[in-house]
């Protein structure tokens, strides 16, 4: 899967997270950022670079932040 591109640090399949091994290089920040990405792929079910994966972010930003401040919208 990451032979194709250097780029990819996690995906999803079979309704698991896949990490490529250079991941592991960037450190734990890096790590758990692209856990808690591919973790939203499989709870939304929207790909990358798609208008409904962009909008599960938003909501949930705004869920937080509702929670957050008791106010909601």
Known sequence: IFD???RIL?????N???LSTKIFELGRRKIVEVIIE???HLESG?????????NYLIGQMITLLENQNGIFL
């Open 4 to 6: 194709k591109c250097k």
């Open 38 to 40: 591919e973790s939203a």
């Open 46 to 54: 929207a790909g990358d670079n798609t208008r409904g994966f962009q």
């Open 10 to 14: 996690g995906t999803v399949a079979d």
């Open 16 to 18: 698991s997270i896949i």
